[in-house]
């Protein structure tokens, strides 16, 4: 279900500069590995319990239920799971250990797990395994609290993985979300041939009005318009950079062969625009909408006429 295609899509990756540093400040040296090596037997036997465990513990929680909805997704995440658990003692902690971490966290973020909810059942898996050392080595409790340390390290190496991937993923949707409202919140729509309308409201910032522009000159492309009126009824305030750059837009669609009517210019925008000291001589605007459609549509030679046969109706000819 998860490929490398995947993995690449993530905004998550590490070099191999970026995981030796993340073992140094977990403070994972080479008797540490030694240690974590001898315990190969006693977790690859308790493998699936230790997996069944961790997922019961989540399941419990009432947590991620899209992921306990779907068997085939649970099968994946529990085969992830014990090749971590068997990954985990091998004492190799490279990129393709690091690719298999990050490879499960994509895993646990599709289906929904929250990062609180999987530091819990992690904590419960790291209980069971210390329970489990100490009681393989009961001559040696110093020796078995020592190995339990050495897998902490590698428990933290590997929370540290786990939760940038969740945290980076959750904030990649969270990016995904805000591009969408910004256009949906910014709709270029042709009204006829050659004619479109570009309605604004809301505030706008630096990185709206670039997104506005890029819409704009897209479909001006796409609809081989001539005539754009963009209004801006539902602007309350316009700073100096956004002034700057509606003025840029304007400029950018008539090097495409298109002109821009400006409507709606509030007297407090107008006056802003004034006192910023804003070329405005090259700019076409009028009063309201309803005057810049009339307007650009002279301009692109229709006339409205009323019909005899529907009184109060205008009709554009």
Same mark, same amino acid.
């Given at each position: 279900?998860?490929?490398?295609?995947?993995?690449?899509?993530?905004?998550?990756?590490?070099?191999?500069?970026?995981?030796?540093?993340?073992?140094?400040?977990?403070?994972?040296?080479?008797?540490?590995?030694?240690?974590?090596?001898? +315990?190969?037997?006693?977790?690859?036997? &308790?493998?699936?319990?230790?997996?069944?465990? /961790?997922?019961?513990? @989540? *399941?419990? %929680? =009432?947590?991620?239920?899209?992921?306990?909805?779907?068997?085939?997704?649970?099968?994946?995440?529990?085969?992830?799971?014990?090749?971590?658990?068997?990954?985990?003692?091998?004492?190799?902690?490279?990129?393709?250990?690091?690719?298999?971490?990050?490879?499960?966290?994509? +895993?646990?973020?599709?289906?929904?797990? &929250?990062?609180?909810?999987?530091?819990?059942? /992690?904590?419960?898996? @790291? *209980?069971? %395994? =210390?329970?489990?050392?100490?009681?393989?080595?009961?001559?040696?409790?110093?020796?078995?609290?020592?190995?339990?340390?050495?897998?902490?390290?590698?428990?933290?190496?590997?929370?540290?993985?786990?939760?940038?991937?969740?945290?980076?993923?959750?904030?990649?949707?969270?990016?995904?979300?805000?591009?969408?409202?910004?256009?949906?919140?910014?709709?270029?729509?042709q009204v006829r041939?050659?004619?479109?309308?570009?309605?604004?409201?809301?505030?706008?910032?630096?990185?709206?009005?670039?997104?506005?522009?890029?819409?704009?000159?897209?479909?001006?492309?796409?609809?081989?318009?001539?005539?754009?009126?963009?209004?801006?009824?539902?602007?309350?305030?316009?700073?100096?950079?956004?002034?700057n750059h509606l003025?840029?837009?304007?400029?950018?669609?008539?090097?495409?062969?298109?002109?821009?009517?400006?409507?709606?210019?509030?007297?407090?925008?107008?006056?802003?625009?004034?006192?910023?000291?804003?070329?405005?001589?090259?700019?076409?605007?009028?009063?309201?909408?309803?005057?810049?459609?009339?307007?650009?549509?002279?301009?692109?030679?229709?006339?409205?006429?009323?019909?005899?046969e529907a009184p109060?109706?205008?009709?554009?000819?």
């Open positions: 279900m998860l490929d490398q295609q995947s993995l690449r899509s993530s905004q998550f990756s590490l070099d191999d500069a970026d995981i030796e540093r993340r073992k140094i400040i977990v403070d994972l040296a080479a008797e540490d590995i030694s240690r974590i090596t001898t +315990l190969k037997g006693v977790i690859a036997q &308790e493998g699936d319990r230790y997996t069944e465990d /961790f997922f019961r513990y @989540l *399941r419990d %929680l =009432g947590e991620a239920p899209a992921l306990f909805g779907r068997r085939d997704a649970l099968a994946e995440a529990k085969r992830r799971k014990r090749e971590h658990l068997t990954a985990l003692t091998n004492g190799v902690y490279d990129q393709t250990y690091v690719d298999q971490r990050a490879a499960l966290a994509l +895993l646990y973020s599709r289906y929904g797990l &929250e990062t609180r909810a999987f530091l819990g059942a /992690f904590h419960h898996l @790291l *209980r069971a %395994l =210390g329970g489990d050392i100490m009681k393989r080595f009961p001559d040696d409790p110093n020796g078995a609290f020592q190995r339990f340390m050495s897998v902490k390290k590698v428990a933290f190496f590997d929370i540290g993985i786990i939760t940038d991937v969740l945290t980076s993923e959750r904030e990649r949707t969270i990016s995904q979300q805000q591009e969408a409202i910004r256009e949906l919140s910014t709709p270029v729509l041939d050659g004619l479109l309308i570009l309605p604004i409201i809301g505030m706008i910032d630096s990185l709206r009005a670039k997104q506005l522009t890029d819409s704009l000159l897209r479909a001006i492309r796409a609809n081989r318009a001539r005539m754009v009126v963009m209004d801006i009824t539902g602007v309350a305030a316009v700073d100096s950079k956004v002034a003025i840029q837009t304007v400029a950018a669609a008539r090097l495409m062969g298109s002109t821009v009517i400006i409507t709606g210019l509030s007297a407090d925008v107008a006056q802003a625009l004034v006192a910023l000291g804003v070329d405005l001589g090259k700019i076409t605007t009028t009063a309201d909408l309803q005057g810049g459609l009339e307007e650009a549509e002279r301009l692109l030679g229709y006339r409205v006429v009323r019909s005899a109060g109706q205008r009709l554009s000819a």
